[in-house]
T-cell receptor
Protein backbone atom coordinates (compact mmCIF):
# COMPACT_ATOMS: atom_id res chain seq x y z
CA UNK A 1 0.00 0.00 0.00
CA UNK A 2 1.10 3.58 -0.60
CA UNK A 3 2.36 5.69 2.26
CA UNK A 4 1.57 8.94 0.50
CA UNK A 5 -1.40 10.15 -1.44
CA UNK A 6 -1.06 13.13 -3.75
CA UNK A 7 -3.91 15.44 -4.49
CA UNK A 8 -5.05 16.22 -7.10
CA UNK A 9 -4.30 13.19 -9.25
CA UNK A 10 -4.15 15.44 -12.30
CA UNK A 11 -3.80 19.17 -12.76
CA UNK A 12 -3.99 21.24 -15.93
CA UNK A 13 -2.95 24.89 -15.92
CA UNK A 14 -1.74 27.53 -18.33
CA UNK A 15 1.80 28.73 -18.57
CA UNK A 16 2.53 31.45 -16.05
CA UNK A 17 0.03 30.19 -13.48
CA UNK A 18 1.00 28.62 -10.18
CA UNK A 19 0.56 24.92 -9.51
CA UNK A 20 -0.06 23.48 -6.07
CA UNK A 21 0.13 19.80 -5.25
CA UNK A 22 -0.57 18.22 -1.91
CA UNK A 23 0.72 15.09 -0.27
CA UNK A 24 -0.71 13.32 2.74
CA UNK A 25 1.01 10.48 4.53
CA UNK A 26 0.14 8.05 7.25
CA UNK A 27 3.02 7.54 9.66
CA UNK A 28 5.66 9.67 11.32
CA UNK A 29 8.52 10.55 9.04
CA UNK A 30 12.15 11.63 9.21
CA UNK A 31 11.97 13.62 6.01
CA UNK A 32 9.83 14.15 2.95
CA UNK A 33 11.10 14.54 -0.58
CA UNK A 34 9.55 15.64 -3.86
CA UNK A 35 10.51 14.13 -7.20
CA UNK A 36 9.57 14.83 -10.80
CA UNK A 37 9.19 12.24 -13.53
CA UNK A 38 8.92 13.02 -17.21
CA UNK A 39 6.83 10.51 -19.16
CA UNK A 40 8.13 7.05 -18.26
CA UNK A 41 11.66 8.12 -17.42
CA UNK A 42 13.70 8.17 -14.26
CA UNK A 43 12.85 10.45 -11.38
CA UNK A 44 14.60 13.71 -10.65
CA UNK A 45 14.99 14.93 -7.09
CA UNK A 46 13.49 18.37 -6.49
CA UNK A 47 13.67 19.14 -2.80
CA UNK A 48 14.01 17.50 0.62
CA UNK A 49 12.41 18.84 3.78
CA UNK A 50 13.21 17.39 7.17
CA UNK A 51 10.61 16.74 9.84
CA UNK A 52 11.80 19.68 11.93
CA UNK A 53 11.43 22.13 9.03
CA UNK A 54 8.20 23.83 8.04
CA UNK A 55 9.05 25.47 4.72
CA UNK A 56 11.74 25.29 2.09
CA UNK A 57 12.41 27.09 -1.16
CA UNK A 58 14.37 26.18 -4.25
CA UNK A 59 14.08 28.48 -7.24
CA UNK A 60 10.43 28.48 -8.31
CA UNK A 61 9.60 25.69 -5.87
CA UNK A 62 8.18 26.12 -2.40
CA UNK A 63 7.52 23.17 -0.14
CA UNK A 64 5.71 23.21 3.17
CA UNK A 65 5.43 20.47 5.74
CA UNK A 66 2.84 20.14 8.49
CA UNK A 67 3.73 17.14 10.60
CA UNK A 68 0.68 17.59 12.83
CA UNK A 69 -1.56 17.10 9.80
CA UNK A 70 0.83 14.65 8.13
CA UNK A 71 0.76 16.66 4.96
CA UNK A 72 3.01 18.57 2.60
CA UNK A 73 2.45 20.83 -0.35
CA UNK A 74 4.56 21.66 -3.39
CA UNK A 75 4.03 25.02 -5.07
CA UNK A 76 5.50 25.71 -8.48
CA UNK A 77 5.29 29.39 -9.31
CA UNK A 78 5.14 30.89 -12.81
CA UNK A 79 4.84 27.48 -14.42
CA UNK A 80 6.35 26.67 -17.79
CA UNK A 81 5.51 24.06 -20.42
CA UNK A 82 8.70 22.24 -19.38
CA UNK A 83 7.17 21.67 -15.93
CA UNK A 84 4.74 19.19 -17.50
CA UNK A 85 5.50 15.94 -15.66
CA UNK A 86 4.34 13.72 -12.82
CA UNK A 87 5.27 14.81 -9.33
CA UNK A 88 5.73 12.40 -6.44
CA UNK A 89 6.23 12.89 -2.76
CA UNK A 90 8.36 10.33 -0.97
CA UNK A 91 8.62 9.83 2.74
CA UNK A 92 11.39 8.33 4.77
CA UNK A 93 9.77 5.95 7.21
CA UNK A 94 11.21 3.60 9.74
CA UNK A 95 13.86 4.08 12.34
CA UNK A 96 17.56 3.91 11.67
CA UNK A 97 18.42 0.88 9.63
CA UNK A 98 14.85 0.35 8.52
CA UNK A 99 14.81 3.74 6.85
CA UNK A 100 13.67 3.66 3.24
CA UNK A 101 11.81 5.89 0.82
CA UNK A 102 8.13 5.23 0.17
CA UNK A 103 6.51 7.04 -2.75
CA UNK A 104 3.06 8.47 -3.11
CA UNK A 105 0.66 8.01 -5.99
CA UNK A 106 1.73 11.11 -7.90
CA UNK A 107 0.14 14.19 -9.47
CA UNK A 108 0.19 14.57 -13.25
CA UNK A 109 0.75 18.21 -14.13
CA UNK A 110 -0.01 19.51 -17.60
CA UNK A 111 1.11 23.05 -18.42
CA UNK A 112 -0.30 24.41 -21.66
CA UNK A 113 0.84 27.42 -23.65
CA UNK B 1 30.15 12.71 -12.82
CA UNK B 2 28.32 10.17 -14.89
CA UNK B 3 24.76 9.50 -13.79
CA UNK B 4 23.13 6.24 -12.84
CA UNK B 5 23.07 3.83 -15.74
CA UNK B 6 20.76 0.89 -16.23
CA UNK B 7 21.01 -1.88 -18.75
CA UNK B 8 19.26 -2.97 -20.77
CA UNK B 9 16.80 -0.14 -21.39
CA UNK B 10 14.16 -2.37 -22.91
CA UNK B 11 13.52 -6.05 -22.52
CA UNK B 12 10.89 -8.44 -23.81
CA UNK B 13 10.52 -11.84 -22.18
CA UNK B 14 7.93 -14.58 -22.06
CA UNK B 15 6.21 -16.04 -19.05
CA UNK B 16 8.31 -18.49 -17.11
CA UNK B 17 11.63 -17.04 -18.19
CA UNK B 18 14.01 -15.23 -15.90
CA UNK B 19 15.64 -11.85 -16.31
CA UNK B 20 18.62 -9.98 -14.89
CA UNK B 21 18.76 -6.20 -14.81
CA UNK B 22 21.87 -4.20 -14.09
CA UNK B 23 22.46 -0.86 -12.40
CA UNK B 24 25.67 1.12 -12.13
CA UNK B 25 25.46 3.82 -9.48
CA UNK B 26 27.12 7.19 -9.49
CA UNK B 27 30.80 6.86 -8.67
CA UNK B 28 31.30 6.86 -4.91
CA UNK B 29 27.71 5.98 -4.08
CA UNK B 30 27.37 2.88 -1.94
CA UNK B 31 23.59 2.62 -1.75
CA UNK B 32 21.51 1.19 -4.58
CA UNK B 33 17.75 0.89 -4.34
CA UNK B 34 15.39 -0.79 -6.77
CA UNK B 35 11.79 0.16 -7.50
CA UNK B 36 9.04 -1.27 -9.65
CA UNK B 37 6.67 1.16 -11.33
CA UNK B 38 3.35 0.08 -12.81
CA UNK B 39 0.24 2.08 -13.71
CA UNK B 40 -1.82 0.15 -11.18
CA UNK B 41 0.50 -0.02 -8.17
CA UNK B 42 2.64 3.04 -8.73
CA UNK B 43 6.21 3.14 -7.45
CA UNK B 44 6.97 0.28 -5.12
CA UNK B 45 10.17 -0.34 -3.24
CA UNK B 46 11.85 -3.65 -4.02
CA UNK B 47 15.07 -3.63 -2.02
CA UNK B 48 18.14 -1.66 -1.14
CA UNK B 49 21.75 -2.65 -0.99
CA UNK B 50 24.39 -0.74 0.89
CA UNK B 51 28.02 -1.83 0.83
CA UNK B 52 27.07 -5.24 -0.59
CA UNK B 53 24.51 -5.95 2.12
CA UNK B 54 20.76 -5.98 1.65
CA UNK B 55 19.63 -3.26 3.96
CA UNK B 56 15.92 -3.33 3.36
CA UNK B 57 13.36 -5.29 1.41
CA UNK B 58 9.87 -4.50 0.15
CA UNK B 59 6.86 -6.78 -0.04
CA UNK B 60 7.69 -8.76 -3.13
CA UNK B 61 7.78 -12.53 -3.58
CA UNK B 62 11.03 -14.44 -3.43
CA UNK B 63 11.15 -14.53 -7.24
CA UNK B 64 12.62 -11.07 -6.97
CA UNK B 65 16.20 -11.03 -5.76
CA UNK B 66 19.20 -8.81 -6.00
CA UNK B 67 22.82 -8.41 -5.14
CA UNK B 68 25.50 -5.79 -5.02
CA UNK B 69 29.11 -6.15 -6.00
CA UNK B 70 32.19 -4.70 -4.39
CA UNK B 71 32.25 -1.88 -6.97
CA UNK B 72 28.66 -0.99 -5.87
CA UNK B 73 27.13 -2.13 -9.14
CA UNK B 74 23.90 -3.98 -8.53
CA UNK B 75 21.83 -6.55 -10.30
CA UNK B 76 18.29 -7.65 -9.75
CA UNK B 77 16.89 -10.93 -10.92
CA UNK B 78 13.33 -11.99 -11.49
CA UNK B 79 12.71 -15.68 -11.97
CA UNK B 80 9.66 -17.43 -13.38
CA UNK B 81 8.31 -14.26 -14.94
CA UNK B 82 4.61 -13.50 -14.79
CA UNK B 83 2.57 -11.13 -16.92
CA UNK B 84 2.19 -8.85 -13.91
CA UNK B 85 5.94 -8.33 -13.76
CA UNK B 86 5.70 -6.07 -16.78
CA UNK B 87 6.84 -2.73 -15.45
CA UNK B 88 9.43 -0.01 -15.46
CA UNK B 89 12.22 -1.01 -13.09
CA UNK B 90 14.11 1.91 -11.66
CA UNK B 91 17.28 1.92 -9.68
CA UNK B 92 18.52 4.80 -7.61
CA UNK B 93 21.81 5.47 -5.91
CA UNK B 94 22.86 7.63 -3.02
CA UNK B 95 25.97 8.20 -1.00
CA UNK B 96 24.27 7.28 2.26
CA UNK B 97 21.50 4.78 3.04
CA UNK B 98 18.28 5.64 1.24
CA UNK B 99 15.84 7.87 3.03
CA UNK B 100 18.50 10.04 4.64
CA UNK B 101 19.18 12.06 1.56
CA UNK B 102 18.26 12.54 -2.07
CA UNK B 103 18.43 9.62 -4.42
CA UNK B 104 19.62 9.77 -8.02
CA UNK B 105 17.60 7.69 -10.42
CA UNK B 106 18.58 5.93 -13.57
CA UNK B 107 16.42 6.01 -16.73
CA UNK B 108 14.89 2.64 -15.95
CA UNK B 109 14.52 -0.70 -17.69
CA UNK B 110 11.18 -1.27 -19.38
CA UNK B 111 10.34 -4.99 -19.02
CA UNK B 112 7.52 -6.48 -21.03
CA UNK B 113 6.42 -10.02 -20.26
CA UNK B 114 4.40 -11.75 -22.97
Amino acid sequence: SQQGEEDPQALSIQEGENATMNCSYKTSINNLQWYRQNSGRGLVHLILIRSNEREKHSGRLRVTLDTSKKSSSLLITASRAADTASYFCATDVGPGTASKLTFGTGTRLQVTL
Amino acid sequence: KAGVTQTPRYLIKTRGQQVTLSCSPISGHRSVSWYQQTPGQGLQFLFEYFSETQRNKGNFPGRFSGRQFSNSRSEMNVSTLELGDSALYLCASSSVPSGYNEQFFGPGTRLTVL
